[in-house]
């Protein structure tokens, strides 16, 4: 039999992540979220809970995709309403992106709980939590991947065990950290040589056979040329991340000016308001005249 699974946080991620696991056979004792889940619940065909508590008592194993370190100490808190109450015998899959230190206190209180957790970080976009094609790095104990394992699978095409909890954390802050720094230099690329009056579709074609090639540039590239940025992944989420890297820099010691730098970037974007559009719209700072 597998384990009835909840899910709290049915944004974007959550959801494509619910769907994905409704039909691969798993079955989901419910959806919670701080807004209306109602749709998605009804979609497929489980119920909406109104309290963290009551997602515990409902699941066997709670998967959680929350915003940032706030809301995932509080979705946790050692007291009051909190998905730690009743958690004996639990399995919580974290995937939110949270720093390390995070991951680390909340499998310290799921532990203290009788609950296991594992970090489910994630380094891909909507598109493939929908498909089941996630790139999945893990953070815990192993009983608690191995544990978790089966669920995953469906969820992804590469899943990787990296060591104990707040190190796959540590990995991917990384891996956004340096896709950041990618995004804005290919609109710096890219917005130059269009005021420089080349052609940026050759100029693209160009980049993608030579040193200048990115993933980035694949995924990225033609629509910061067509200013199609709808949001796979927001630039608020890039500033968040680059934080995150940024401050275990500090932590180690060393000085990430490029870090910084991309970070100043979308830190721009989302004060200007421009935070829910994706990264790629970094480009509307770069490329003269779009301001």
Same mark, same amino acid.
């Given at each position: 039999?597998?384990?009835?699974?909840?899910?709290?946080?049915?944004?974007?991620?959550?959801?494509?992540?619910?769907?994905?696991?409704?039909?691969?056979?798993?079955?989901?004792?419910?959806?919670?979220?701080?807004?209306a889940?109602?749709?998605?619940?009804?979609?497929?065909?489980?119920?909406?809970?109104?309290?963290?508590?009551?997602?515990?008592?409902?699941a066997?194993?709670?998967?959680?995709?929350?915003? +940032?370190d706030a809301?995932?100490? %509080? !979705? @946790? *808190?050692?007291? #009051?309403e909190?998905?730690?109450?009743?958690?004996?015998?639990?399995?919580?899959?974290?995937?939110?992106?949270v720093?390390?230190?995070?991951?680390?206190?909340?499998?310290?209180?799921?532990?203290?709980?009788?609950?296991?957790?594992?970090?489910?970080?994630?380094?891909?976009?909507?598109t493939?939590?929908?498909?089941?094609?996630?790139?999945?790095?893990?953070?815990?104990?192993?009983?608690?991947?191995?544990?978790?394992?089966?669920?995953?699978?469906?969820?992804?095409?590469?899943l990787?065990?990296?060591?104990?909890?707040?190190?796959?954390?540590?990995?991917?802050?990384?891996?956004?950290?340096?896709?950041?720094?990618?995004?804005?230099?290919?609109?710096?690329?890219?917005g130059?040589?269009?005021?420089?009056?080349? +052609?940026v579709?050759?100029?693209? %074609? !160009? @980049? *993608?056979?030579? #040193?200048?090639?990115?993933?980035?540039?694949?995924?990225?590239?033609?629509?910061?040329?067509?200013?199609?940025?709808?949001?796979?992944?927001?630039?608020?989420?890039?500033?968040?991340?680059?934080?995150?890297?940024?401050?275990?820099?500090?932590?180690?010691?060393?000085e990430?000016?490029?870090?910084?730098?991309?970070?100043?970037?979308?830190?721009?974007?989302?004060?200007s308001?421009?935070?829910?559009?994706?990264?790629?719209?970094?480009?509307?700072?770069?490329?003269?005249?779009?301001?």
């Open positions: 039999m597998k384990e009835r699974i909840a899910i709290v946080g049915a944004g974007r991620m959550g959801a494509n992540m619910a769907r994905r696991l409704h039909e691969t056979g798993h079955p989901i004792a419910g959806i919670y979220d701080v807004r889940a109602e749709e998605l619940a009804q979609e497929i065909g489980a119920p909406v809970i109104h309290s963290l508590s009551e997602v515990t008592a409902a066997e194993i709670i998967l959680t995709v929350v915003t +940032d809301a995932m100490s %509080e !979705i @946790f *808190a050692e007291g #009051g909190s998905l730690l109450a009743g958690a004996e015998g639990r399995l919580f899959i974290n995937c939110a992106t720093s390390p230190a995070v991951h680390l206190e909340v499998e310290k209180r799921a532990r203290a709980a009788g609950a296991m957790a594992l970090e489910a970080c994630m380094a891909s976009s909507i493939q939590a929908r498909e089941g094609s996630l790139y999945l790095m893990c953070g815990g104990t192993r009983e608690a991947f191995e544990r978790a394992e089966p669920v995953l699978r469906d969820l992804s095409a590469t990787r065990y990296v060591g104990g909890a707040g190190e796959a954390a540590k990995v991917k802050a990384l891996v956004n950290m340096v896709m950041n720094i990618n995004t804005a230099g290919l609109a710096e690329g890219l130059l040589g269009e005021a420089l009056g080349l +052609d579709g050759m100029l693209r %074609e !160009i @980049f *993608a056979q030579t #040193g200048a090639a990115s993933r980035v540039l694949e995924t990225d590239g033609e629509d910061m040329q067509n200013r199609e940025h709808s949001c796979f992944f927001s630039a608020a989420h890039a500033a968040k991340d680059s934080g995150i890297a940024l401050e275990l820099a500090r932590e180690a010691g060393l990430l000016p490029l870090a910084g730098a991309a970070k100043g970037q979308f830190d721009r974007m989302t004060e308001g421009r935070g829910d559009l994706d990264k790629s719209g970094v480009a509307e700072l770069t490329f003269r005249g779009r301001g």
